[in-house]
């Protein structure tokens, strides 16, 4: 009696999940992902704890294909292996609280520099920081108002500027501009500064795409977080890059673990790691190539088709976020789309086809009845 009910609460679930899944237009996450060959992998406990490249006295972990994943990235970002250190983190949000706990710690004294549309987790991290953090205004696409952030530089030009990059804001998809930022910083003769880019979804779309603002360490950043959004996990996690000479100086050999506390979470999974290890292998640098294309083509559709029913809409260049007025609430709850104030939209990821995209057109036209929701 009692395993029927788990049976059935379980098999209640599934259904619910794969409902879910096809009608999901809002987030950025790619669904389409299948990494059924791993599932004997979770009969296992894997932690990666500890720094991902010093091997610790605790054997069941994954570093061998964590290394890898931080290889490929690497890559895709410029950076030779040698200067490079990185790790699978949690998420986009640990990669930010990262790259900006390492910048606080080259400069203890720096002021905290994002936008207003820049992730919840950056104001996050100055609080649990305690950093003097200054948010610049907005333009109307979602990038950096470069004028306000000006103002606020000289303001503080005597201090340190640690600045949170954005490479796809949340809500609309907008690049900051790096070369405007490094302009405005020369100009002003902040000699110590570091950037941090949150690259949560098109960190993982630009370096593929034909044309796009070059954002790497060829440039004068210094940590990137990357979330698992575009690649399509099951697990939510991510990666975070920087340069090995900051780490060096944050840390601190933990005798227990055999390893070194370089990453801000202890225990780490390494189920992670195999799954982006998985993706990489499988689908590759010209996978990637193909699908970030693919997702830039059907947001522009997307847009189009918008833009022809006189629908106030948004694309940014290089994104697949299309921006446009909050719809009827019956179409926001059956495409969980997200919200804010006058405005919603939809990530066009790897899930979102064509057909998807039309007949998400025809509900709002009403030509379908949406009894079926
Ligand atoms: C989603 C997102 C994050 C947070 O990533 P999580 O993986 O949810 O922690 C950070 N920054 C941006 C721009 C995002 O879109």
């Known amino acids: 009696m009692f395993s029927q009910n788990i049976a059935d609460e379980l098999s209640i679930f599934l259904q619910q999940l794969e409902q879910r899944t096809a009608l999901h237009a ?156 490094v302009d405005i910083l020369n100009r002003n003769k902040i000699q110590n500064y570091y950037i941090h880019c949150d690259g949560a979804l098109s960190g993982m779309m ?24 575009f690649i399509g996990s099951p697990l939510p996690c991510g990666v975070v890059l920087t340069k090995k000479h900051y780490v060096e100086k944050v840390e601190t050999l933990i005798e227990y673990i055999g390893s070194k506390d370089t990453t801000i979470l202890g225990s780490r999974n390494g189920h992670s790691s195999l799954i982006l290890w998985h993706a990489i292998k499988t689908r590759g640098y010209s996978g990637f190539a193909r699908e970030a294309a693919t997702c830039i083509e059907n947001a522009r559709y997307l847009y189009k088709q918008l833009k022809l029913r006189r629908y106030p809409c948004l694309l940014n260049e290089f994104s697949n976020t299309v921006v446009f007025a909050k719809p009827s609430l019956q179409l926001i709850k059956r495409w969980q789309l997200a919200v804010l104030e006058d405005w919603a939209h939809i990530i066009v990821m790897q899930n979102i086809d064509k057909q998807k995209i039309d007949s998400f057109l025809d509900e709002l036209d009403g030509v379908q009845g949406l009894q079926a929701g």
């Open 26 to 181: 809002g987030y950025p996450y790619n669904l389409s992902c299948d990494y059924s060959t791993l599932t004997k992998f979770f009969n296992f406990l894997l932690n990666n704890a500890g720094d991902p490249f010093v091997e610790p006295d605790f054997g069941l972990h994954s570093r061998q294909f964590e290394q890898q994943v931080l290889a490929f990235f690497a890559d895709i970002y410029r950076i030779e292996p040698e200067n490079f250190w990185g790790y699978v983190t949690s998420g986009g949000t640990e990669g930010n609280f990262y790259g900006i706990f390492l910048g606080r710690e080259v400069y203890p004294n720096g002021v905290l520099y994002s936008s207003q549309d820049s992730h919840y987790s950056i104001a996050k991290a100055a609080r649990l920081y305690r950093m003097e953090h200054l948010v610049t205004d907005s333009q109307f696409n979602g990038e950096m108002d470069y004028e306000h952030f000006e103002q606020l530089i000289r303001a503080r030009s005597d201090r340190p500027a640690i600045i949170c990059l954005n490479i796809g804001t949340t809500v609309k998809g907008a690049i900051d501009n790096l070369e405007i930022v």
């Open 206 to 229: 630009l370096p593929f795409l034909k044309g796009a603002p070059e954002i790497n360490f060829n440039q004068p950043i210094d940590s990137v977080a990357i979330s698992a959004k």
